[in-house]
């Protein structure tokens, strides 16, 4: 099942076409954006394997500059992605589905920047460290039994175990890239 009411909150078991319709998803924005999308990449808890999730596919397209995807409102228009605007700082969000139901939330942001980088980290860490998924997932379904008509509140009520699971997925990611590093003779002087 993809494709959820507009402003509810209904968690699902993951499922396996959740990977198969972003792949999907994938393959036609790099064919629409060509080179400008640097890198796109299935983001969010459809990405996390071992955790409930809205059934709403978010996809992250990494473009050198917010600017780069302008030009091509249209022809994403043409394909069903629908432009939102920046709603919030440092993201332009284009969204798929009709009025009523969402199925896709795509994020541009900036290649490497912090939205990037944070949305890769979570992912990554989430479906590493399994006792870290748990936690959030608890918290999601409690939110969401809580919340079910209201997004707005759900999704306030994940910010604190968000930003405290990002900052530990930062520091994750960079003992992971120090670990890789120091297997080939790379010295990271500054932990010396």
């Given at each position: 099942m993809v494709g959820l009411k507009r402003g509810t909150v209904e968690l699902i078991p993951h499922q396996k076409e959740w990977s198969e319709n972003a792949e999907n998803v994938i393959r036609l924005l790099k064919q629409l954006l060509g080179d400008?999308?640097?890198?796109?990449?299935?983001?969010?808890?459809?990405?996390?394997?071992?955790?409930?999730?809205?059934?709403?596919?978010?996809i992250a397209i990494?473009?050198?500059?917010?600017?780069?995807?302008?030009?091509?409102i249209d022809l994403l228009k043409q394909h069903n992605i629908i432009f939102r605007g920046e709603m919030i700082a440092g993201e332009i969000l284009f969204v798929m589905?009709?009025?009523?139901?969402r199925t896709?939330?795509?994020h541009i942001v900036k290649w490497i920047g912090a939205e990037w980088n944070n949305y890769i980290n979570f992912r990554d860490y989430l479906n590493e460290?399994?006792?870290?998924?748990?936690?959030?997932d608890t918290c999601k379904q409690k939110l969401a039994m809580q919340?079910?008509?209201d997004?707005?509140?759900?999704?306030?009520?994940?910010?604190?175990?968000?930003?405290?699971?990002?900052?530990e997925a930062k520091?994750?990611?960079?003992?992971?890239?120090?670990?890789?590093?120091?297997?080939?003779?790379?010295?990271?002087?500054?932990?010396?």
């Open positions: 400008t999308a640097i890198d796109i990449q299935h983001i969010g808890s459809t990405a996390i394997s071992s955790i409930h999730a809205k059934p709403i596919i978010d990494a473009v050198n500059n917010l600017n780069d995807i302008l030009p091509y589905g009709d009025d009523g139901i896709h939330h795509i460290c399994p006792e870290k998924a748990i936690l959030y919340f079910s008509n997004r707005k509140s759900y999704t306030a009520g994940k910010e604190k175990i968000i930003q405290r699971l990002l900052a520091l994750w990611r960079e003992i992971e890239i120090n670990d890789d590093n120091s297997q080939f003779g790379v010295v990271n002087y500054e932990t010396i």
